[in-house]
C-alpha cells in the first residue's frame, strides 16, 4: 500500500435508499477525497456484503456501516431529561458494539480472504455514548478486569496488579480475525465529519497506519503513541510514592496533610513584617 489517495470521488453504484449513516460515510469520502464505491446487495438470501469499497490507490478497502439506533430505553432516557429527570441509566461498556462487531466480521469475511483490509465504521444515532473509547476498546478486547495478587499467608496483604481485557471480547487471535480496524464516525459540534480509527493487532490484513493518517483524525493502535495521553489516569497515580504512603499509612498520611495544611495556614496569616 501507498501513501497516494485518490481524489476523484464516484457517485453510489446502484439507485438505493441510504441510511442517515451512509449518507455521512458518503460525504466524509467526498471531503477527503476518496473515490468510494456502493456495492450492490447479494441476491442470495442469507449472504450479505459490505456496502462500500473504497479505492485507497493502488489498493481497495471494503467497509461495512454499522448504524446505533434509538432503542426503547434510549427513548425513555431521553423523554425523563426532557421531563427535568436525573436520567441516570448504568450502560454495559461495548454491549451495543459486540454484536455489530461480529455481523461485521461476517460481511467482511470473503474481501479478508482475498488480500484486501476491511473497516466496520459505527455511526451513533442515540442520545448515549455507546461509540466512547472504553465502550469501543472493551468491545474489541474484552471488559476491564481487575488483577490483584493474593498469598494464603494471611500476613501479606493483596497487591493490585493492574487492569487487563478480560471476557466477551469481540475480536481475538482465533476470532473475527476478517476485521482490519474499527471505525467511529462523529460530527463533533460545528466541525466537519471525523473518524478515529482503532486497529485490530489480530488482523489478517492490517492497515498500515501510515495509509490511515491522512484520513482520519485520531488512531489507536499498540504500536501507536495514545493520541488521548494528557493527564495522568487513576492507575497511573496509584503507582506513585504519595499514592502508596496513602495505601501504607492511610492515618498517618492523613494527620501528616492536616498539619501541613495548618502550617500554610498559619504562614499566610503570619503579620506582613
Known amino acids: 500500500m501507498t501513501d497516494a489517495v485518490a481524489t476523484r470521488t464516484s457517485p453510489t453504484a446502484m439507485s438505493v435508499v441510504s441510511t442517515k449513516s451512509e449518507l455521512a460515510f458518503e460525504a466524509w469520502c467526498r471531503a477527503q477525497g476518496v473515490t468510494y464505491r456502493r456495492i450492490r446487495e447479494a441476491h442470495t438470501p442469507g449472504h450479505k456484503r459490505p456496502d462500500y469499497a473504497l479505492h485507497l490507490q493502488p489498493h481497495w478497502c471494503f467497509v461495512e456501516i454499522k448504524e446505533l439506533d434509538e432503542t426503547p430505553e434510549d427513548s425513555a432516557l431521553m423523554g425523563e431529561m426532557l421531563d427535568g429527570g436525573a436520567g441516570f ?7 451495543r458494539l459486540r454484536r ?3 455481523a461485521a466480521s461476517a460481511q467482511l469475511r470473503k474481501a479478508s480472504k482475498r488480500g484486501f483490509p476491511t473497516v466496520v465504521c459505527f455511526f451513533d444515532k442515540t442520545i448515549g455514548f455507546h461509540l466512547e473509547r472504553v465502550h469501543v476498546l472493551q468491545a474489541m478486547f474484552g471488559r476491564d478486569t481487575l488483577h490483584f ?14 487492569t487487563r481485557y478480560g471476557r466477551k471480547a469481540a475480536l481475538t487471535r482465533q476470532d473475527n480475525t476478517s476485521i482490519s480496524a474499527v471505525a467511529v464516525m462523529r460530527q463533533p459540534s460545528g466541525c466537519a465529519l471525523v473518524i478515529d480509527l482503532y486497529h485490530n493487532p489480530h488482523a489478517r490484513v492490517p492497515i ?33 510514592p504519595d499514592w502508596k504512603e496513602w495505601l501504607d499509612d492511610p492515618e498517618g498520611k492523613c494527620d501528616r496533610e492536616i498539619e501541613a495544611c495548618l502550617r500554610e495556614f498559619r504562614a499566610e496569616q503570619a503579620p506582613w513584617p
Open 149 to 162: 495478587e493474593v498469598s494464603a499467608d494471611p500476613a501479606h496483604e493483596p497487591r493490585f496488579l493492574g
Open 100 to 102: 455489530p462487531i461480529k
Open 89 to 95: 441509566r448504568w450502560v454495559d461498556p461495548g454491549a
Open 208 to 240: 498500515p497506519p501510515k495509509l490511515a493518517a491522512p484520513l482520519v483524525r485520531k488512531q489507536y493502535g499498540e504500536t501507536l503513541d495514545d493520541p488521548d495521553r494528557r493527564e495522568p489516569t487513576v492507575l497511573d497515580l496509584m503507582q506513585t
